[in-house]
């Protein structure tokens, strides 16, 4: 078992950049292929990026690829996402999610490939 802790959201203006992170602790983070999704007021939830247990393989949503930037830190059982050039769609409830697996450079798109979540951090982007 695994328990994500997400941090660093907040309000920023349209063009701005925030950086999130999540924490984890329980069981070897380097188990787990990491995601983030996020889910506006009135939408589904939405996959925005993906990184590999390795962190050598990544995938982003087309509407985020470019301004967006998974990352991971095995040593300190982090994944991280920065954005940039932010912009009022990008506002949503940012979740981190993890899968367990045994393949090393596999990423997941899905939601329901994930075996766990956290609580979610709020982003804002003011026009």
């Known amino acids: 078992q695994v328990q994500l802790v997400e941090s660093g959201g907040g309000l920023v203006q349209a063009g701005g950049s925030l950086r999130l992170s999540c924490a984890t602790s329980?069981?070897?983070?380097?188990?787990?292929?990491m995601g983030w999704f996020r889910q506006a007021p009135g939408k589904e939830r939405e996959f925005v990026a993906t990184?590999?247990?390795?962190?050598?393989?990544?995938n982003y949503a087309d509407s985020v690829k470019g301004r967006f930037t998974i990352s991971r830190d095995n040593a300190k059982n982090t994944v991280y996402l920065q954005m940039t050039s932010l912009k009022p769609e990008d506002a949503a409830v940012y979740y981190c999610?993890?899968?367990?697996?045994?393949?090393?450079?596999?990423?997941?798109?899905?939601?329901?490939?994930?075996?766990?979540w956290g609580q979610g951090t709020q982003v804002t982007v003011s026009s």
């Open positions: 999610a993890a899968r367990d697996t045994s393949l090393l450079g596999r990423t997941y798109s899905r939601a329901g490939d994930y075996d766990y």
């Open positions: 329980g069981r070897t983070f380097s188990s787990y292929s």
């Open positions: 990184i590999s247990r390795s962190g050598t393989n990544t």
